[in-house]
T-cell receptor
């Protein structure tokens, strides 16, 4: 366990489905992030939340919708995805200003069929 | 926007050989971090460098931050099979909020 818990670990969904990814941390961190990791691509930053407020949105398609109800929980709502959205979705948290880096969850392996 | 580039993309060494990966940024960084991701795993934080010219060591791993704070390197002495994985550098500029990751260097160590 990393301290950042992501569920589910694996998800297969059709292009017309709606699903949500969940991330939870109880490390006392006040910033949370969604990253997408595809084969042969760098980790792509999707969304950043600081103190439950979205502070960065890297031109992510609207079929991805984040939600941060409190500083411990982060969701990524998915709808009408495309096969090219298949990837490992990683949640991370951090405490800005401290030299401890990001703590990543184990990720959700998403396959869109 | 800020870009972080890493070379080489892949490296295959015999156990006991040394390994180095290099990271370059298009802009000056406020700090640089290094992560390791084992096959099938998730990135795990290794270290953060903040000062110009800083050098830090963790056992067989040596991390260096360039004088201009635009490049960094990770050197592993006498690799072991447990060193297998992908090593990512990630930079943070003063204007950016979150880390920008390089593509990583995948290290394969054969006994």
């Amino acid at each position: 366990e990393t301290g950042v818990t992501q569920t589910p670990r694996h998800l297969v969904m059709g292009m017309t489905n709606k699903k949500s990814l969940k991330c939870e941390q109880h490390l006392g961190h006040n910033a949370m992030y969604w990253y997408k990791q595809s084969a042969k691509k760098p980790l792509e930053l999707m969304f950043v939340y600081s103190l439950e407020e979205r502070v960065e949105n890297n031109s992510v398609p609207s079929r991805f919708s984040p939600e941060c109800p409190n500083s411990s929980h982060l969701f990524l709502h998915l709808h009408t995805l495309q096969p090219e959205d298949s990837a490992l979705y990683l949640c991370a948290s951090s405490h800005p200003g401290k030299a401890y880096g990001y703590t990543f969850g184990s990720g959700t392996r998403l396959t869109v069929v | 926007g800020q870009q972080v580039m890493q070379i080489p993309q892949y490296q295959h060494v015999q156990e006991g050989e040394d390994f180095t990966t290099y990271c370059n940024s298009s802009t000056t960084l406020s700090n640089i971090q290094w992560y390791k991701q084992r096959p099938g795993g998730h990135p795990v934080f290794l270290i953060q460098l903040v000062k110009s010219g800083e050098v830090k060591k963790q056992k067989r791993l040596t991390f260096q931050f360039g004088e201009a704070k635009k490049n960094s390197s990770l050197h592993i002495t006498a690799t072991q099979t447990t060193d297998v994985g992908t090593y990512f550098c990630a930079g943070n500029s003063n204007s950016g909020y979150a880390l920008n990751f390089g593509k990583g260097t995948s290290l394969l160590v054969t006994p």
